[in-house]
């Protein structure tokens, strides 16, 4: 198989991926993609893609404890004033 089409296979497979929600498997197979052409624009783009989505998720993880330590804080709060009356 020669390196142009081994890289749209392998490119392919990352797509597949990609549309699966398994961006870390996608994300190593572009890596394999840009070792055999590390300026395909394609395969650049899909990685940012990856980046950013990784990237708002993981903010969206923190917003989430966030929100649940500031809810049990209320809880305890609310615990401890029904307790006194």
């Not at 394999?32 to 300026?39: G, K, M, S």
């Amino acid at each position: 198989m020669d390196p142009l089409e081994k890289r749209e296979k392998i490119y392919l497979m990352a797509v597949g991926y990609y549309r699966r929600g398994d961006f870390t498997r996608s994300r190593m197979l572009l890596d394999n993609c840009l070792r055999i052409e590390p300026d395909w624009r394609q395969a650049l783009s899909l990685k940012k893609a990856i980046e950013d989505r990784i990237s708002k998720d993981g903010r969206m993880i923190g917003i989430g404890i966030t929100a649940t330590a500031v809810g049990l804080i209320a809880v305890g709060i609310a615990a401890t004033l029904v307790r006194r009356n």
